[in-house]
């Protein structure tokens, strides 16, 4: 058996690692939450959930990873107890990182698609009618709509296929270098437009009034949500770059510098957002349309908006790309694990896979528009409720429990390896928060998810 491939860096790992949370949820969904949920209240509540909730969860899927060097359904078979079948949950979450791409390369193709559109002049000079108009014809046509998903799904695949350090590590570092440098570019060049400062005391400052007219339980429950789902918990998706850790360093201080990259690109995001709202008089209370037909026509008639517009659409398009291919790593690393298929022989089987499974939610915008599933929704949306609502939270819960139960991993050996390392380590007094308040806040979030 072939020794386990790490990561040639640390920075690397942090990278990567920091490349799967960051994607579509830090730079499309958090903006507009936070714009629907009164701004600054939001933030701050989204940073205290991200460390009470996220972070503990976090450090457990590195642990599971780490401690036994396997993906998903190994990584539980190498520490389970004899006769348990926690195992069984490794599957799932497999299935889950599965229903994860089929939307979400979908997605990152039309963050593709934005950018060509704006580096080519497609919308310069634009009205609003004409922007939106772009993205229904997209929307509308399967075989663009199938085009942009298939880059996506080949690049991420192609990427892989070089291995750990290699591929995913050597690209990928590449990759989030360039996203970090443009989004404080386009951060900067928001900040400069005339009536920003609007913007930023919107997103920056406090203001209990504009929380009480959205209802503070509903702003708590929007930033708890957010700060959960933000770090991609629950479906192996870290639990596999544990397995490609080093020992060095404590799962606390290698956690927190994962969130802390993947908060500041998501409150980054939000720089280059609303001042650039309030700049052009446009709401920032738009909800998912901000990214696709909102600030499009900011960038259209802006100056120099084609050249901001392929910038934001290139950061957004390396956001995604980031996740896609964490997660196809997942894939492979779970095939060589479980059936010992060797990593470049898996690589055209998963993308012809891949491309397949992906055609319903492109076709779900346009041959299949009138097929509505999961309360009515599109395929995309039907797909994202399943992972978002059910695998994710529930997924966590059965983490979180293998962790700090006797009948799992159990907390000594968890704490065992968390604290492996220099850095910051975890007291084991919080051992009662752990089992008994941190699963009634992730059972909140489902029960809530599912209402």
């Known amino acids: 058996m072939n020794e386990r491939e790490t990561f040639g860096s640390r920075l690397g790992f942090l990278l990567v690692s ?26 701050l509540f989204y940073l205290l959930f991200l460390i009470i909730m996220g972070l503990p969860v976090l450090t457990m899927e590195f642990a599971v990873g780490r401690a036994s060097r396997k993906s998903a359904v190994d990584g539980y078979k190498a520490l389970e107890k004899p006769g348990t079948k926690w195992h069984l949950h490794g599957w799932v979450a497999i299935c889950g990182c599965l229903l994860l791409m089929m939307y979400y390369t979908t997605v990152a193709g039309w963050m593709f698609g934005y950018f060509i559109k704006f580096l080519t002049g497609r919308f310069d000079g634009l009205g609003e009618n004409a922007v939106n108009q772009v993205f229904d014809q997209m929307l509308a046509d399967p075989k663009e709509m199938a085009l942009w998903m298939i880059i996506v799904v080949v ?55 504009r929380a009480k007219e959205v209802g503070i339980g509903k702003v708590i429950t929007a930033a708890m949500n957010q700060a959960f789902f933000t770090l991609s918990l629950g479906v192996a998706a870290m639990e596999i770059f544990g397995s490609y850790m080093s020992k060095d360093r404590t799962l606390l201080s290698e956690s927190l510098h ?73 894939f492979i690393a779970t095939g060589s694990d479980a059936f010992g298929v060797e990593r470049k022989k898996a690589v055209p089987f998963c993308i012809i896979g891949m491309i397949l499974l992906s055609l319903p939610c492109v076709f779900g915008y346009n041959i299949w528009q009138d097929l509505h599933l999961i309360r009515g929704g599109d395929v995309l949306t039907s797909e994202d409720f399943i992972v978002s609502n059910l695998l994710l939270p529930i997924g966590s819960l059965i983490y979180l429990w293998f962790c700090t139960t006797d009948l799992g991993w ?3 050996n968890y704490l065992s390896e968390a604290n492996t390392g220099k ?18 806040m992730i059972l909140f979030i489902l029960i809530t998810g599912l209402i």
């Open 155 to 209: 690049i991420g695949f192609l990427i892989v296929s070089g291995g750990v350090e290699k591929g995913v590590e050597r690209i990928t570092k590449y990759m989030m270098l360039a996203l970090l440098f443009l989004i404080v570019l386009l951060a900067v060049h928001s900040l400069t437009l005339p009536g920003a400062s609007e913007g930023v005391r919107f997103y920056l400052l406090p203001s209990i009034e």
């Open 258 to 330: 994962v969130v802390a990259l993947d908060t500041f690109v998501a409150l980054t995001a939000g720089l280059i957002i609303f001042p650039a709202c309030f700049s052009y008089s446009v709401a920032p209370n738009q909800g998912p349309a901000l990214i696709f037909l909102t600030l499009p026509k900011i960038f259209a008639n802006m100056v120099g908006g084609r050249i901001w517009g392929s910038l934001f659409f290139l950061f957004m398009s390396f956001a995604s790309l980031s996740t896609v291919t964490a997660v196809f790593e997942n």
């Open 410 to 412: 159990g907390f000594d």
């Open 423 to 440: 850095g910051l380590r975890i007291s084991r007094r919080l051992l009662p928060y752990f089992r008994f308040i941190l699963p009634l």
């Open 18 to 43: 920091a490349g799967c949370a960051i994607g579509i949820g830090n730079v499309w969904k958090f903006p507009y939450e936070c714009g629907e949920n009164g701004g600054a209240i939001f933030v």
